[in-house]
């Protein structure tokens, strides 16, 4: 069982940066893969970036590649989202979540994650 909580959002112009953090408690010695999502109203959830468990591979989807990086601090239990330039098609609420055993479905797929956090609000706006 993995608890996750995020935290960190805000509101940021066009053009700035915001790190986001995702505390992950519980039995961390099993996790699998940690993944970012976010949802914007009327949006499905979008899964964009996620980093493994096991060897720290990351992944990214082309929108935020290059803009956004997942890094993770195993001693602190912590995963982060550093975000820049970003845009105002980033705003949405931002999620983390977990898996400890694999699902057979994409990084990015919200079916390959069990433990959710409650989400936090990035709003990109001049």
């Known amino acids: 069982q993995l608890q996750v909580v995020e935290y960190g959002g805000g509101s940021v112009q066009p053009g700035g940066s915001l790190r986001l953090s995702c505390a992950v408690s519980g039995d961390t010695s099993r996790v699998y893969t940690t993944g970012w999502f976010r949802q914007a109203p009327g949006k499905d959830r979008e899964g964009f970036a996620a980093i493994s468990g096991a060897n720290g591979k990351t992944y990214y989807v082309d929108s935020v590649k290059g803009r956004f990086t997942i890094s993770r601090d195993n001693a602190k239990n912590m995963v982060y989202l550093q975000m820049t330039n970003l845009k105002p098609e980033d705003s949405a609420v931002y999620y983390c979540?977990?898996?400890?055993?694999?699902?057979?479905?994409?990084?990015?797929?919200?079916?390959?994650?069990?433990?959710w956090g409650q989400g936090t609000q990035v709003t990109v706006s001049s």
């Open positions: 979540a977990a898996t400890q055993i694999p699902r057979g479905v994409g990084w990015n797929s919200a079916l390959g994650y069990d433990y």
